[in-house]
């Protein structure tokens, strides 16, 4: 029941997954690298921090985006300050199943209605693009833009997949620019992640803070 309660918030989190049952969500999670049960376990965190930001301060962090990828919390959007900033990857490390913090909010005024629009285009033509590229495993990448910027999260195959997925995303119109958080299937970063990730599973639940410094969390690389 817990897993099929998080494959229709999964659903939820997409104006098309309104539209499809629980049945095709989890088929769809099956499909990825992380398989279904770490889905479950992403979108269960997602959740959870997103429901932290709104509680700290609503209006702060309604323009956070929080995606959740293998224990990766990606977070983009827009704060007033960087004390707010400091404060979202503070309450992202604070979240059970966290393993490591991509930070890329922005510090500044609100993205206008127009931005927010060519945002949601942006992604969604991306996405098209790369579902049906027949070399690209699409399931397995999470895509956010803000303010023109292109972030592409997941895991890829290979570098010859992620320079597919980047080749595509420069073909979009407004695309002012793109950032890739993306690893490797097979790669170092990944493995070391996955055993943290583990390491993470066995520990038994807490509500304590993380050792992790907010202040020092950088983007990953």
Same mark, same amino acid.
């Given at each position: 029941?817990? *897993?099929?309660?998080? =494959?229709? @918030?999964?659903? %939820?989190?997409?104006? $098309?997954?309104?539209? &499809?049952?629980? +049945?095709?969500?989890?088929?769809?999670?099956?499909?990825?690298?992380?398989?279904?049960?770490?889905?479950?376990?992403?979108?269960?965190?997602?959740?959870?921090?997103?429901?932290?930001?709104?509680?700290?301060?609503?209006?702060?962090?309604?323009?956070?985006?929080?995606?959740?990828?293998?224990?990766?919390?990606?977070?983009?959007?827009?704060?007033?300050?960087?004390?707010?900033?400091?404060? *979202?990857?503070?309450? =992202?490390? @604070?979240?059970? %199943?966290?393993?490591? $913090?991509?930070?890329? &909010?922005?510090? +500044?005024?609100?993205?206008?209605?127009?931005?927010?629009?060519?945002?949601?285009?942006?992604?969604?033509?991306?996405?098209?693009?790369?579902?049906?590229?027949?070399?690209?495993?699409?399931?397995?990448?999470?895509?956010?833009?803000?303010?023109?910027?292109?972030?592409?999260?997941?895991?890829?195959?290979?570098?010859?997949?992620?320079?597919?997925?980047?080749?595509?995303?420069?073909?979009?119109?407004?695309?002012?620019?793109?950032?890739?958080?993306?690893?490797?299937?097979?790669?170092?970063?990944?493995?070391?992640?996955?055993?943290?990730?583990?390491?993470?599973?066995?520990?038994?639940?807490?509500?304590?803070?993380?050792?992790?410094?907010?202040?020092?969390?950088?983007?990953?690389?």
């Amino acid at each position: 029941m817990l *897993a099929l309660g998080a =494959a229709l @918030a999964l659903a %939820g989190c997409s104006p $098309v997954g309104v539209a &499809i049952g629980a +049945g095709a969500v989890a088929g769809s999670a099956a499909l990825e690298e992380r398989g279904f049960e770490q889905a479950v376990r992403d979108q269960t965190s997602a959740l959870s921090m997103s429901k932290r930001l709104a509680q700290y301060e609503f209006d702060t962090f309604r323009r956070v985006n929080v995606a959740v990828y293998e224990g990766r919390a990606l977070l983009t959007g827009i704060v007033p300050d960087a004390d707010d900033r400091v404060e *979202a990857v503070r309450i =992202a490390w @604070a979240t059970d %199943g966290i393993v490591d $913090v991509v930070n890329e &909010i922005l510090i +500044g005024e609100t993205v206008d209605a127009l931005d927010t629009s060519y945002d949601v285009r942006i992604t969604s033509e991306l996405r098209g693009k790369i579902t049906f590229d027949g070399d690209v495993k699409a399931v397995n990448y999470t895509l956010q833009a803000v303010a023109g910027t292109l972030y592409l999260f997941g895991v890829a195959q290979s570098e010859a997949e992620l320079a597919r997925v980047e080749a595509h995303a420069r073909t979009v119109p407004h695309v002012r620019r793109v950032v890739r958080h993306v690893l490797l299937k097979d790669g170092a970063r990944r493995a070391t992640l996955l055993q943290a990730l583990e390491a993470e599973r066995a520990k038994p639940e807490s509500a304590g803070e993380p050792a992790q410094d907010a202040e020092s969390a950088e983007p990953a690389a």
